[in-house]
């Protein structure tokens, strides 16, 4: 009689745990071997459409390391919002979530590019909650591109897929003083979407005293008694709720929150903004 080990269903973060006790380096051709070798330890790999994925990418990882940093960079180029969003988008997603974690060796320009793609035109706002995980992980292991100034410009003008990237890469920016207040504006003025990416970012990042000091500031009462430093997730979730009452304001390069698009002229300018905070983007400060 034969018996059937039941596969494991391994998160993408312990497979690259996996794989990063295997001791390859960072090669980024390696790297997505490995990947291939251990696509099975994943329920969402075990698919014909993952298994279609995973053939191309396996030959993707013998040719040098610019057509592969190509190809992994339009992979992660977000689909134009209104296009359909495929199993093989979803599949690159998270592939990517385990290679960038892993950090591969690539080129001065890769990750200035895959971020671009994303902060520069919205996509699919499902989509976007899913692919900032991988993204923000490149962001992790590349700050130089990264500034407040860029941070800043993203979550407070757009009410989008933008701001929802934004946030993700929000995460490992050093100073948090120099993003704090407008991720704390974001908890009460946009989506339902991006003031929970921003509350989340607000409790990862804060503590009970900054919390308290944006509730006065704001006038935000509280009959909730505060104990200890992991109550500031009631806190941050009750600021959530009272901003409903607060008026949204304008958004000059965002969809409007009444579903208006936003203008050509202005998306272009936002567009350009970006680009350019991008390229002169200068390595964040470290905190004290």
Partial sequence: MIAFWPLKNLSLKEIAERISEMKLGRNLGEIIRAVYKNRSQSKQFRSRHADMVFSSMLALSENKLEVIEEEII???????????????????????????????????????????????RPTDLAYALIHSEPI????????AFLNSSLLEIVISATDDSRSIYALKIARSFP???????????????GSAPKQVE????VNQRSNIEEVISFMEDKGFETSFSVKRPSDIRVLTREIVNKSRDIPKGEMSYAIKMGGDFLSPADQEKLSILIRELLKNGESPGKES
């Fill in 74 to 120: 339009k992979r992660n180029r977000p689909p134009i919002l209104g296009q359909k969003v495929g199993y093989e988008e979803i599949i690159w997603s998270s592939i990517s979530t385990i290679v960038f974690q892993l950090n591969p060796i690539v080129s001065n320009t890769f990750s200035k590019r895959v971020m671009e793609s994303c902060l520069i």
């Fill in 136 to 143: 923000a992980l490149l962001a992790e292991h590349h700050q």
């Fill in 198 to 201: 921003a509350m989340w970012l």
């Fill in 175 to 189: 100073v948090w003083s120099e993003i704090s207040q407008f991720v704390f504006e974001a908890m009460i003025r």
